[in-house]
């Protein structure tokens, strides 16, 4: 049997508790399991990922958008075929999400790692299959971002703001208009989350929601496995994606039986209700 929990994040929280990467803290023989006996990929787990913590998933529905009267936002999204990619629930496997962390590497334009000894490789089909995701557009990324046809930070950021006679000083998202900071939500907790500091975006969130609202179609395949292997190269880097990671060893029939199995409830879902709690406020439009 699974041993099994909900993962409900309270309104502060975004990431798991961490986890001692002592040896001693858990038990060898599933260690033995996990990583078939690689003594090598042991240590890595417990030195360099068993310490990070996981960030919890955020869902958002189309549906919801709609009912939100946020048709815009649903229209910009389901352009980038983000669909199914936003609104991944279910199961979650958190030691295993870690092993697969522990053994993952990009090799020959292909995410790849190995859990329990099944070997998966991240393919354009795999992606399709899983995500909904197709592996075309433009790769976007900070510090990269001149290929992206009229995109500012400063001028787009200010385009964005309640108050259009504030110029931007820095890029708090409590100055945005309510629908580009719901975008900012889903760039910052979905598409690229990070474990802290949601509320000042910086030039890579920018240039994604500049994008989705442009039609600027991206590659999202590779915005994901390129924030993948920055948490796990960053020391302090909370690991992404638990969700997804679950369905691809679902996919590939990693064997999960025993293993420590949570889901995501309703509580992981953008509402209005954690909006409010999250001070978003919207009238009319704005």
């Known amino acids: 049997m699974s041993r099994r929990s909900r993962v409900a994040p309270s309104d502060d929280e975004s990431s798991t508790p961490p986890i001692p ?33 996981i960030i919890l998933p955020k869902v ?19 352009a ?27 090799s020959n334009g292909v995410l790849k790692s190995t859990v329990k000894g099944v070997e998966m490789e991240i393919t354009r089909q795999t992606w399709k299959d899983v995500a909904g995701l ?7 990324r900070k510090g990269e971002t001149s ?9 787009y950021f200010n385009q964005c703001v309640r108050n259009q006679c504030e110029q931007a000083r820095n890029y708090h998202v409590g100055r945005l208009r309510v629908e580009e900071r719901l975008l900012a939500m ?11 500091n949601h509320a000042t975006l910086n ?8 994008c989705i609202q442009n039609g600027v179609m991206v590659d999202w395949t590779n915005t994901i496995h390129d924030h993948m292997m920055k948490a796990k190269r960053l020391t302090d880097f909370k690991l992404p994606y638990v969700v997804l990671i679950s369905k691809f060893i679902e996919h590939f029939g990693v064997d999960v039986e025993g293993e420590l199995e ?25």
Not at 65 to 77: K, P, W
Not at 134 to 140: F, L
Not at 203 to 210: K, N, Q, S
Not at 262 to 286: C, I, P, Q
């Open 21 to 53: 990467s002592s040896p001693n803290a858990m038990n060898q023989g599933r260690l033995e399991i996990w990583f078939e006996g690689h003594e090598d990929r042991i240590q890595t787990f417990l030195i360099e990922i068993n310490r990070k913590q």
């Open 80 to 106: 980038q075929k983000m669909k199914t990619f936003l609104g991944l629930s279910g199961k979650v496997y958190l030691d295993l999400v870690k092993v697969f962390y522990a053994n993952l590497k990009f």
């Open 186 to 196: 889903v760039v910052t907790k979905i598409i690229m989350p990070r474990g802290s």
């Open 60 to 78: 958002i529905r189309m549906s919801w958008l709609r009912a939100e009267n946020f048709g815009n936002l649903e229209q910009y999204l389901k």
């Open 134 to 140: 197709r592996q075309r557009g433009m790769q976007v």
């Open 203 to 210: 030039e890579g969130d920018l240039v994604v929601m500049y």
């Open 147 to 155: 290929a992206v046809d009229g995109f500012n930070k400063v001028q």
């Open 262 to 286: 949570e889901s995501t409830s309703l509580l992981n879902h953008v509402s209005t209700l954690n909006m409010h709690r999250m001070e978003f406020t919207k009238v009319g439009n704005t």
